[in-house]
């Protein structure tokens, strides 16, 4: 009796995430279309009902939306599958138990093992509770969702014939993840954290060997979740990022440009600025620094580096995880490494 429940409940998994995911892909795919579409339409009836401006907005909005959803969609199947599929105690298993020496390595897993932001946040604090050194959770954090491989690659095609912008990102988020890593263990305080993370020594507790069989069958439906939440919030995200660049370049007179586009220091810090305000997710946020042609190479991979790590969204994320204080010390300090990251690794590659 209990073998036919179990193959039941495997069979109701694997068609509740074969069915999310022909519905995502398809949505994602329809998505395109129309705004491919859209794209060629709406400039000329722009041009009918309104002036210019509104179709050169029109034709950088679509152009974002239908560069960035192809890129958004593999990287929420990625980040899902991780989430449903990759156990937390394979970090138990690889990472080192000297503090210094873990940080690098969680950071750099998130070249392996990537995920979107807004599932690196709740990732990290269960990584925390099950007694990975909370300076690795927290590289990981940072890591994750800014040096895998979906990222590396929308970077590429949205800065194509400039493969020292791909080694910028990657030097300057690595970079950035790992020194606040380390930072971490120099000064971090765990009563700075909300959860109460196990005592150093203490095994995490074993659940029932029944219980661990039902929850392999329930990955399937953690699968289809995860990918319809994060590819519809974070597709929420791109449109508004695509709309935001759109507008910056259409609205902001150039005298205003000038006076930042002519100082390298201000370009930088006013597009650090925006990546927190715009939110949007990293799978796209390069097709959105493409769009804003006017910057310096520098400034535009600040845009890159302090958007997967420093958000609006971000904060609110590790303020509901891991409590206000710790949200605002973090982010402060992971803005500053980022943006430092950024104009350094600028200066030596690009």
Request: positive net charge; hydrophobic residues 55%; proline residues 7%.
């Given at each position: ?11 109701d ?6 069915r999310?995911?022909v ?6 795919l329809?998505?395109i ?9 709406g ?12 179709a050169a907005?029109w ?5 974002v ?22 156990p937390?105690?394979v ?14 390595v969680?950071?750099a897993?998130g070249?392996v ?7 690196s946040?709740?990732?990290?604090g269960?990584l925390?509770r099950r007694?990975v050194?909370?300076?690795a959770?927290?590289?990981f954090?940072?890591?994750?969702p800014a040096?895998n ?15 020292l912008?791909v080694?910028?990102r990657l030097?300057?988020?690595?970079a ?7 930072l971490w263990?120099r ?8 959860p ?6 203490r ?9 661990s069989?039902?929850s392999?069958w329930?990955?399937?439906d953690?699968?289809?979740s995860g ?6 919030h974070?597709g ?7 709309a ?18 002519g ?8 597009l650090?600025?925006?990546?927190v305000?715009?939110c949007v997710?990293?799978?796209?946020d ?5 769009s804003l042609?006017?910057?310096?190479p ?7 580096v ?21 949200a ?12 430092t990251?950024?104009?350094l690794?600028?200066?030596?590659l690009l």
């Amino acid at each position: 009796m209990d073998n036919q429940r179990s193959v039941r409940s495997v069979a109701d998994g694997v068609r509740l995430a074969a069915r999310a995911l022909v519905y995502t892909v398809l949505g994602g795919l329809a998505l395109i279309a129309i705004a491919t579409v859209v794209s060629v339409l709406g400039p000329m009836v722009a041009l009918d009902l309104a002036t210019p401006a509104m179709a050169a907005w029109w034709t950088v909005f679509t152009a974002v939306v239908v560069q960035g959803v192809p890129f958004l969609l593999l990287g929420t199947l990625v980040s899902a599958a991780i989430g449903a599929f990759v156990p937390e105690r394979v970090f138990n298993r690889l990472l080192p138990r000297n503090p210094v020496l873990a940080v690098p390595v969680a950071g750099a897993a998130g070249v392996v093992l990537p995920g979107c932001e807004c599932a690196s946040v709740p990732v990290a604090g269960s990584l925390m509770r099950r007694g990975v050194v909370p300076a690795a959770a927290l590289a990981f954090l940072l890591s994750a969702p800014a040096i895998n491989p979906v990222v590396l690659v929308a970077t590429s095609i949205a800065f194509p014939g400039q493969p020292l912008m791909v080694a910028a990102r990657l030097v300057a988020s690595l970079a950035t993840a790992v020194v606040m890593g380390w930072l971490w263990v120099r000064f971090g305080k765990d009563e700075w954290l909300r959860p109460r993370l196990p005592k150093p020594g203490r095994a995490p507790a074993r659940t029932p060997s029944r219980r661990s069989r039902r929850s392999r069958w329930s990955r399937w439906d953690d699968f289809r979740s995860g990918l319809q939440h994060d590819f519809l919030h974070a597709g929420g995200f791109l449109v508004v990022g695509a709309a935001a660049a759109a507008t910056f370049n259409i609205l902001v007179p150039r005298s205003v440009l000038d006076v930042f586009t002519g100082s390298p220091w201000l370009s930088v810090l006013l597009l650090a600025v925006l990546a927190v305000v715009l939110c949007v997710c990293s799978e796209a946020d390069a097709f959105v620094a493409a769009s804003l042609s006017g910057f310096s190479p520098t400034a535009r991979l600040a845009f890159m580096v302090v958007g997967p790590m420093v958000d609006l969204k971000l904060f609110a994320l590790q303020a509901g995880t891991f409590g206000r204080s710790f949200a605002v010390r973090f982010s402060s300090a992971t803005w500053l490494v980022a943006v430092t990251s950024s104009v350094l690794v600028g200066w030596w590659l690009l």
